[in-house]
């Protein structure tokens, strides 16, 4: 793989964790104006944004807790959502991290290759140098 294949596919992967992070951060504020919108306990923003965190992420304190029937269906679509774009972002960080690795084993491999092909040049140099040498 060439060096700008590389560098291609390492801008590719970062950008996927930009936007994974992205889109849990839009899933994350919605849950919260949501909650905030829809259940008459949540009073604040932030309170909202808390249970929108807490609810995608299944942690689930117990401070906080959908009360409303509506609210509480909006709960089950934030932790579908939730868990899935916070899956993406963890997907998404162990992709670099694995990138990293097999780009270190690309390039010993590469390596391998390349000291194989000398070594195969030189003995079919010496090879060419017997055969062309004139009986003594």
Do not use: C, N
Not at 4 to 16: D, E, N, P, T, Y
Not at 54 to 63: P, W
Request: glycine share 6%.
């Amino acid at each position: 793989m060439s060096q700008h294949q590389l560098k291609r596919r390492q801008r590719l992967v970062r950008r996927g964790l930009v936007y994974s992070l992205a889109l849990a951060l839009a899933i994350l504020g919605l849950g919260g104006v949501g909650f905030w919108a829809l259940d008459p306990r949540v009073v604040t923003l932030s309170d909202g944004l808390w249970l929108a965190f807490t609810t995608a992420a299944t942690v689930g304190y117990g401070d906080l807790v959908p009360t409303t029937h509506l609210s509480r269906a909006f709960a089950v679509l934030v932790v579908l959502l939730g868990l899935a774009v916070l899956s993406l972002v963890t997907a998404s960080l162990a992709a670099i991290f694995v990138e990293q690795e097999v780009d270190a084993e690309e390039r010993d491999i590469e390596r391998d290759l390349v000291r194989e092909i000398r070594a195969l040049r030189a003995e079919v140099r010496e090879m060419r140098d017997a055969v062309s040498k004139p009986p003594a």
